[in-house]
């Protein structure tokens, strides 16, 4: 890895070592996450690469080697993958739902009922269509929500449980048999959206979505170490996973393990493959992803989709301007509500006084539920990964004291 001097990249260098200072002190020793890793990143160059902790108990330190859960990190590859498909013409942002899925067709929106009795449902004031799944304006939910008899019905049939009952088609079947929390465009709920828009993918393709995101995105982009599923020879590199229970485990601030490393759920390929997210990557590799998406659409060579395709995405699409602070009925997302616009599969900030992160109007990021975050920023030309394995992501602000700082170190 070659890592660029600070001064030539516009860096004040000793501020960037505050990074690494403040995971250790703040993070590492007093035990609430095992391990971190952060790569920063201008025009493609990377200017910090920082590691700390084990990768395993009792382990090695982590390394630019080691694998680490990404989850809804995936989403933005799956919308990637959807606008390849957009750009031959195959299908179409504003497409309704159900002219890829039929299972969509008779969808209503929730009017009563659960548990015991049957929902009641009411049609919807528009289809559902595929701008919806990418902004999560679908009126579908997340079982973990915890906030509506929606919800509840969907913990209740284990539908987004990946080692379950349904494949991806079975998954749009049983999804499509309960009514939608809302009227589709009408609010913003973070939610499985991003899995359905997968099972558009594949219809579209032909192709199974791990097959598609493996030959048509991660050899083109020279990805080697992302899969849904870690190979043989390579799972001695998956990091362990760990999720916060308040009060547990002492010193080490409330961390159980979550998943072995070496005992992985994610050794095995899941039965349903989850576009909203399944997947595994190195913060390398997503440096690559991320340097794809400044660049336009392209990395080596290999162009995904077109410039103006990404300026497209990295708009805010929700409707008539608005933010998360005012459409959002979700009780969670990967996203700070205030001055937060929503793209085609990435949050945007559209206010950075709002936010009261540094920052710059335009840039765009998302996070994954094991505490790991990305941003792009196309003004500044900087692009972050950030690694960890702690469960849920809210559990800590780490994601904004590194923006902090990342955007403290800028000369």
Same mark, same amino acid.
């Given at each position: 890895?070659?890592?660029?001097?600070?001064?030539?990249?516009?860096?004040?260098?000793?501020?960037?070592?505050?990074?690494?200072?403040?995971?250790?002190?703040?993070?590492?020793? /007093?035990?609430?996450?095992?391990?971190?890793?952060?790569?920063?990143?201008?025009?493609?160059?990377?200017?910090?690469?920082?590691?700390?902790?084990?990768?395993?108990?009792?382990?090695?330190?982590?390394?630019?080697? /080691?694998?680490?859960?990404?989850?809804?990190?995936?989403?933005?590859?799956?919308?990637?993958?959807?606008?390849?498909?957009?750009?031959?013409?195959?299908?179409?942002?504003?497409?309704?739902?159900?002219?890829?899925?039929?299972?969509?067709?008779?969808?209503?929106?929730?009017?009563?009922?659960?548990?015991?009795?049957?929902?009641?449902?009411?049609?919807?004031?528009?289809?559902?269509?595929?701008?919806?799944?990418?902004?999560?304006?679908?009126?579908?939910?997340?079982?973990?929500?915890?906030?509506?008899?929606?919800?509840?019905?969907?913990?209740?049939?284990?539908?987004?449980?990946?080692?379950?009952?349904?494949?991806?088609?079975?998954?749009?079947?049983?999804?499509?048999?309960?009514?939608?929390?809302?009227?589709?465009?009408?609010?913003?709920?973070?939610?499985?959206?991003?899995?359905?828009?997968?099972?558009?993918?594949?219809?579209?393709?032909?192709?199974?979505?791990?097959?598609?995101?493996?030959?048509?995105?991660?050899?083109?982009?020279?990805?080697?170490?992302?899969?849904?599923?870690?190979?043989?020879?390579?799972?001695?590199?998956?990091?362990?996973?760990?999720?916060?229970?308040?009060?547990?485990?002492?010193?080490?601030?409330?961390?159980?393990?979550?998943?072995?490393?070496?005992?992985?759920?994610?050794?095995?390929?899941?039965?349903?493959?989850?576009?909203?997210?399944?997947?595994?990557?190195?913060?390398?590799?997503?440096?690559?992803?991320?340097?794809?998406?400044?660049?336009?659409?392209?990395?080596?060579?290999?162009?995904?989709?077109?410039?103006?395709?990404?300026?497209?995405?990295?708009?805010?699409?929700?409707?008539?301007?608005?933010?998360? /602070?005012?459409?959002?009925?979700?009780?969670?997302?990967?996203?700070?509500?205030?001055?937060?616009?929503?793209?085609?599969?990435?949050?945007?900030?559209?206010?950075?006084?709002?936010?009261?992160?540094?920052?710059?109007?335009?840039?765009?990021?998302?996070?994954?539920?094991?505490?790991?975050?990305?941003?792009?920023?196309?003004?500044?030309?900087?692009?972050?990964?950030?690694?960890?394995?702690?469960?849920?992501?809210?559990?800590?602000?780490?994601?904004?004291?590194?923006?902090?700082?990342?955007?403290?170190?800028?000369?």
């Amino acid at each position: 890895m070659k890592i660029a001097k600070p001064d030539k990249l516009g860096f004040d260098g000793s501020r960037l070592a505050r990074i690494d200072a403040l995971l250790k002190e703040r993070y590492i020793d /007093s035990g609430k996450l095992a391990n971190t890793q952060i790569l920063l990143a201008r025009d493609g160059e990377i200017v910090h690469f920082g590691s700390q902790g084990p990768a395993r108990e009792g382990g090695k330190p982590v390394d630019e080697g /080691s694998l680490f859960r990404v989850a809804s990190m995936t989403k933005p590859i799956t919308s990637i993958a959807f606008m390849m498909l957009v750009e031959e013409g195959k299908v179409a942002i504003d497409t309704p739902v159900h002219h890829v899925l039929p299972e969509f067709k008779d969808i209503g929106v929730f009017n009563g009922g659960g548990g015991d009795v049957p929902f009641g449902t009411l049609p919807t004031a528009e289809p559902m269509r595929m701008v919806d799944l990418l902004r999560h304006t679908s009126g579908l939910t997340y079982g973990f929500q915890y906030r509506s008899n929606v919800d509840a019905a969907y913990r209740a049939g284990k539908i987004d449980n990946w080692h379950g009952n349904h494949d991806l088609d079975g998954f749009v079947g049983a999804l499509a048999r309960l009514p939608l929390e809302f009227s589709p465009g009408t609010s913003w709920n973070y939610s499985v959206s991003t899995d359905v828009l997968g099972a558009v993918v594949q219809r579209v393709s032909g192709l199974p979505l791990a097959d598609f995101f493996a030959t048509r995105i991660f050899a083109p982009l020279k990805m080697h170490d992302t899969f849904f599923a870690v190979p043989a020879d390579k799972i001695d590199r998956l990091t362990d996973c760990y999720a916060f229970v308040p009060g547990a485990n002492g010193s080490k601030g409330g961390r159980v393990m979550y998943d072995r490393g070496a005992e992985s759920l994610w050794a095995n390929m899941p039965k349903l493959v989850s576009g909203g997210g399944g997947l595994v990557s190195s913060a390398l590799d997503y440096h690559r992803f991320n340097t794809m998406l400044l660049n336009g659409g392209e990395l080596d060579g290999a162009r995904l989709v077109g410039r103006k395709t990404i300026d497209l995405m990295t708009m805010n699409h929700l409707p008539g301007g608005s933010d998360l /602070s005012r459409m959002s009925k979700s009780l969670f997302s990967e996203a700070a509500n205030a001055g937060t616009g929503f793209g085609l599969g990435f949050a945007v900030n559209i206010d950075v006084a709002r936010s009261m992160i540094p920052g710059s109007v335009g840039e765009y990021y998302w996070g994954g539920m094991f505490s790991t975050a990305f941003f792009v920023d196309p003004v500044e030309r900087l692009t972050m990964v950030f690694m960890t394995q702690m469960s849920p992501s809210s559990t800590y602000p780490i994601r904004r004291e590194l923006k902090t700082l990342i955007y403290s170190a800028l000369t």
